[in-house]
């Protein structure tokens, strides 16, 4: 297992000049492959309605906004989900507001449909998505309970959840002092609760949004702690704030590009001797993007030749030919995954429903 300090971490987090060609030397004496992978999905926000109101977000909507989505019905996701299986996408991700059923206006359409809570019509989505199509669903919205966990882990191959920071002090920040779901203990204890059920897990850091240097060292080595305690993390996103337009943090600073070499740096070097992925998510670097294959970067993440990515709607995918261009320009090899990855596909992860489907797809 790598051997990093919280010092070593602010030693590369602080980098410059010599000291980085160094690091970019490490990294690539590490790499075992030139693979880099990305997953076909489509993205389908099942709900815009959340309790938490963070100052970088323009996926949340307002209940009386007449373009918002309050629950989206099984007709109009199968519907989608069918016309991505066209596209030959393979991972359906669904993204919903936290804890939007405690607002009047999503109970009363869950009720309308038939169901008391969130998670029971959730569910039911993921396993219409296994009986009625060959994608396979990936759940990311936002804290669960041990037991919400439990029942999802059923119906779905892989979730997600974003740390996107160790700190309690950014919930005094307008990135998160109005959102108590980004409380990082519920979120590390999430992301916890996940490693003990065997879930298969995608999670990162967030950058640009008031967090210290230290802070990033210290939400890195949270990640790996839980790696190395569970070996459920598949992947670790490094993630950049990026302004839009009409959002409370719309003239806050983005980070630099050099702060994000350094972080992708930091966070392939923290795990070069463990099979965890590092991703950087390429529409919202599209001009750049390639520099992180150099740090250290293997994956894309998932890109959707279908839908949009609602949680940055200003930041449209790369189309997967080009994504392909810059891959290889970059000296590397593109190729497609699954949204679960190759090493927890087998029974002591996933069941044997989940399996059946996933050897369909191979």
């Given at each position: 297992?790598s051997?990093?300090?919280?010092?070593?971490?602010?030693?590369?987090?602080?980098?410059?000049?010599?000291?980085?060609a160094?690091?970019?030397?490490?990294?690539?004496?590490?790499?075992?492959?030139?693979?880099?992978t990305?997953?076909?999905?489509?993205?389908?926000?099942?709900?815009?309605?959340?309790?938490?109101?963070?100052?970088?977000?323009?996926?949340?909507?307002?209940?009386?906004?007449?373009?918002?989505?309050?629950?989206?019905?099984?007709?109009?996701?199968?519907?989608?989900?069918?016309?991505?299986?066209?596209?030959?996408?393979?991972?359906?991700?669904?993204?919903?507001?936290?804890?939007?059923?405690?607002?009047?206006?999503?109970?009363?359409?869950?009720?309308?449909?038939?169901?008391?809570?969130?998670?029971?019509?959730?569910?039911d989505?993921?396993q219409?998505?296994?009986?009625?199509?060959?994608l396979?669903?990936?759940?990311?919205?936002?804290?669960?309970?041990?037991?919400?966990?439990?029942?999802?882990?059923?119906?779905?191959?892989?979730?997600?959840?974003?740390?996107?920071?160790?700190?309690?002090r950014?919930?005094?920040?307008?990135?998160?002092n109005?959102?108590?779901?980004?409380?990082?203990?519920?979120?590390?204890?999430t992301?916890?609760?996940a490693?003990?059920?065997?879930?298969?897990?995608?999670?990162?850091?967030?950058?640009?949004?008031?967090?210290?240097k230290?802070?990033?060292?210290?939400?890195?080595?949270?990640?790996?702690?839980?790696?190395?305690?569970?070996?459920?993390?598949q992947?670790?996103?490094?993630?950049?704030?990026?302004?839009?337009?009409?959002?409370?943090?719309?003239?806050?600073?983005?980070p630099?590009?050099l702060?994000?070499?350094?972080?992708?740096?930091?966070?392939?070097?923290?795990?070069?001797?463990?099979?965890?992925?590092?991703?950087?998510?390429?529409?919202?670097?599209?001009?750049?993007?390639?520099?992180?294959?150099?740090?250290?970067?293997?994956?894309?993440?998932?890109?959707?030749?279908?839908?949009?990515?609602f949680?940055?709607?200003?930041?449209?995918?790369?189309?997967?030919?080009?994504?392909?261009d810059?891959?290889?320009?970059?000296?590397?090899?593109?190729?497609?995954?699954l949204?679960?990855?190759?090493?927890?596909?087998?029974?002591e992860?996933?069941?044997?429903?989940?399996?059946?489907?996933?050897?369909?797809?191979?």
């Open positions: 297992m051997n990093l300090t919280k010092e070593d971490i602010l030693t590369i987090l602080t980098a410059t000049e010599a000291d980085i160094k690091y970019l030397l490490e990294v690539a004496q590490y790499r075992e492959n030139n693979l880099i990305y997953s076909k999905n489509i993205f389908i926000p099942l709900t815009e309605i959340c309790r938490n109101d963070c100052g970088y977000c323009n996926f949340k909507k307002n209940p009386d906004d007449p373009k918002a989505i309050i629950l989206k019905t099984k007709k109009e996701i199968l519907s989608e989900l069918k016309e991505a299986e066209k596209q030959g996408c393979k991972e359906a991700l669904f993204t919903f507001g936290e804890d939007a059923d405690e607002e009047e206006i999503v109970q009363l359409r869950l009720k309308e449909f038939g169901y008391e809570k969130m998670i029971d019509y959730v569910v989505i993921c219409m998505t296994l009986d009625e199509t060959s396979l669903p990936h759940t990311n919205g936002g804290n669960f309970s041990y037991d919400d966990l439990k029942r999802l882990k059923e119906v779905n191959v892989s979730m997600g959840l974003m740390l996107e920071n160790s700190s309690s950014l919930m005094e920040l307008p990135a998160h109005k959102s108590p779901g980004k409380n990082p203990k519920l979120r590390l204890e992301i916890s609760n490693g003990k059920l065997k879930i298969p897990y995608t999670t990162g850091i967030l950058i640009g949004i008031g967090e210290t230290e802070e990033i060292a210290e939400s890195l080595i949270a990640i790996k702690d839980l790696y190395d305690t569970y070996g459920h993390i992947e670790v996103i490094i993630q950049n704030f990026t302004p839009i337009p009409g959002i409370e943090m719309e003239n806050w600073p983005k630099s590009f702060d994000m070499i350094r972080t992708v740096l930091a966070g392939a070097l923290l795990f070069k001797d463990s099979d965890v992925s590092i991703q950087v998510p390429p529409n919202l670097n599209r001009d750049t993007a390639q520099i992180f294959l150099l740090c250290g970067a293997d994956d894309w993440g998932g890109v959707s030749p279908i839908s949009p990515d949680v940055n709607i200003t930041s449209p995918w790369p189309e997967i030919d080009e994504l392909e810059l891959t290889i320009d970059a000296g590397f090899e593109l190729t497609e995954r949204c679960v990855y190759d090493k927890y596909i087998n029974g992860w996933l069941n044997d429903h989940l399996l059946e489907k996933i050897s369909k797809l191979s």
